[in-house]
């Protein structure tokens, strides 16, 4: 049915979406080891109807595990650095793996210090940091999580892309709710969504891009040469800079124009480091003032502002009810590239 | 000469700046020991040329230390929480004096763990945080700091303001060169340059604000009693939700809200937390990896892209030669609000 032409949306069980993707990893020679986190991170992605994040990268990754570099077996390292410092070397494996290896002692770094980082190095990197500090959250911990990515994006008031998309996610554990947690990019727009006005023949909103020349443009062809534009002006380009410096220069790892270099274009998935940052907030909690927090947060949402993450959350028990929801091409596409 | 109609500017030696901001603050009761570091960063803004920050904010000073809480000669008391984590509790004087009470632990604890926290309480604040993050980065160091600051933001898609204004500030240690160093509002534009707006009878930009009914407003009269919005769309406001929870519940200080029914119409400055976070780029630097930071920080100045920090660090270099610029109007003001 799902490879019809009109082919309508699939309704899958969370364990049947996790069985499918291993599946699929496994059976195009992965380990399970490395494929059963990325299987879990998309598994959570499209439960929580964030497409750009879920089974719709799972294509991609052929392309990635045919990068030279690949290790589809690989085995990721941890180094216990400091009292308040881990450090896991991907190995040239996905970069999930290796985050997961290292959350333990991220987690108990920061319970016993206040403050903790974990430093991943030379992982391929394409699933949403959202799910991970969403995880650290449920430890009653808040978290801060950086990478680099590809270079380009241009500083804002210049012409060439050499900063990457550098996105940075954010969790804060809540009292009875789900944490707070956004996740975003910190370029105007998504690679993904200008290639998306590219297929639909539209011209992209102003900001967003530069053609080859530096020049301002709302050609999605012209820009996807040229270069996109930091989200918010100078400040949105500062916070790139600081995630590009933080998330490879401070761990020993790829920029995004050097993780560019090294895809040499094979376009997998970009190969680079990753910075999470960990924070007890029941260590200096508890002065004299009474938390605002909770009453700020339920403010936020109470005035009809978007409070990141609770689209989500909808989406999420939404999923819980009717299963989750599968794009039909999208899933015959999966099953036509499954391995025998 | 100076109180002259047409005052001209006057120039004066960094020492005759720091000699004039303590005969005032002294004067008006302060110890040395809180006008001092409040001198030297005044100073030090005026040096730099960042207007906002500088000799302008000294006669507002007296709106502050007017405040029923506020202790002219409050004695910070510095905290040593766990081996990665200080705090600082300013007791109602000015927040500077309590960062350099804590600096030395912070540093310290960066150094020999990687990582490192400081957390500033119960602190007047109204001094920029670029020269603290600077001097962090002196010691090798990268460094984030940021504060809540009064309620008068609102969150990207609400009408009220609840937010502060929720300042961000970065450094990172070059190699030869002076740090890159950035420090933003996560507010559109800084309160006062709306009251700029207001005095001249200009409208504002767009993105600016709201009037007192949540609607978008580019009357400087009706946002200043509405609402400010955050730069950047939802990306900036989550930032600003960020600062917000970081700088108050997590080292359990007053919320922007709750520092502004503290103030109680006093207008001093804003009495809340500060977070500031030091990290250590040489731990884990020098993997396989050539470090590309160097090249991608001269190539963003290559492309004409604001270097944040670069015109501050020109402003430096004039003053050096020229002595520093003070606009007539205001050393009149000082000297006419100066204490026999």
Not at 131 to 149: C, K, R, T, Y
Request: glycine letters at 10%.
């Amino acid at each position: 049915m799902a490879d019809l032409p009109d082919s309508p949306d699939v309704f899958l069980s969370e364990s049947e979406v996790l069985d499918l993707v291993m599946r699929f990893l496994v059976g195009h020679g992965l380990s399970r080891e490395q494929a059963a986190p990325v299987a879990s991170s998309l598994a959570k992605a499209q439960k929580d109807g964030c497409r750009s994040h879920g089974l719709q990268r799972l294509p991609g990754v052929l392309d990635t595990i045919a990068h030279p570099r690949f290790d589809k077996r690989a085995e990721p390292e941890l180094k216990d650095v400091t009292d308040a410092v881990a450090q896991v070397d991907a190995r040239f494996g996905f970069s999930l793996p290796a985050v997961e290896r290292g959350l333990p002692s991220l987690v108990a770094k920061a319970k016993a210090l206040g403050i903790s980082m974990l430093a991943i190095n030379n992982g391929f990197h394409f699933t949403a940091l959202w799910p991970v500090v969403e995880e650290i959250a449920g430890h009653g911990l808040a978290a801060l999580s950086m990478n680099p990515s590809h270079g380009w994006v241009a500083p804002f008031g210049g012409g060439k892309g050499i900063l990457g998309t550098n996105p940075m996610a954010f969790a804060w554990p809540r009292k009875n709710q789900l944490p707070y947690v956004f996740d975003f990019a910190t370029s105007a727009a998504a690679r993904a969504d200008i290639a998306l006005y590219k297929q639909q023949g539209k011209p992209l909103p102003e900001g967003w891009g530069l053609d080859a020349d530096g020049r301002p443009s709302t050609d999605p062809t012209a820009v996807l040469a040229g270069a996109m534009l930091p989200f918010g002006g100078h400040k949105g380009s500062a916070l790139a800079t600081m995630i590009e410096l933080m998330s490879s220069a401070m761990i020993g790892d790829r920029s995004s124009r050097q993780s560019q270099a090294f895809d040499a274009g094979a376009k997998a998935a970009p190969c680079h480091g990753e910075l999470i940052v960990a924070f007890n907030p029941a260590l200096l909690a508890g002065g004299s003032v009474t938390d605002d927090s909770e009453a700020l947060l339920d403010e936020i949402a109470r005035q009809g502002a978007r409070l990141p993450g609770s689209r989500r959350y909808r989406e999420r028990q939404a999923s819980e009810k009717q299963g989750i929801r599968v794009p039909g091409l999208l899933y015959s596409r999966i099953l036509a590239l499954m391995p025998d």
